[in-house]
């Protein structure tokens, strides 16, 4: 497989997960999407540049990927816990 052909393969994934994104309405779906996001983001990375370089920095995405899920999880419960729904058009309101 080509480097060309895994980009391609990569802007797929990455234009559907992020029409999946701006369409679903669930919060947690809406969290997978970014994490398929973050994952097309490491497949181009990886396709495009093979130097040791682009794989460290290939490395690096998929730690902030774990924090930024472990991030949206935590946001994610407290939400639920403080308006008992998971869909993001009923949480109409944020009080600081």
């Not at 097309?40 to 990375?45: E, F, K, S, T």
């Amino acid at each position: 497989m080509s480097a060309y052909t895994l980009a391609g393969i990569s802007f797929l994934l990455f234009a559907l997960a992020a029409a999946g994104f701006l369409t679903c309405g669930s919060l947690v779906r809406m969290l997978m999407f970014l994490e398929l996001m973050l994952n097309a983001a490491n497949v181009a990375l990886v396709a495009l540049g093979p130097q040791p370089a682009s794989q460290a920095y290939a490395v690096m995405l998929f730690a902030i990927a774990a924090a930024e899920a472990g991030v949206g999880l935590a946001l994610i419960i407290t939400l639920a816990s403080a308006f008992r729904t998971l869909e993001a058009a009923n949480i109409k309101e944020l009080k600081g």
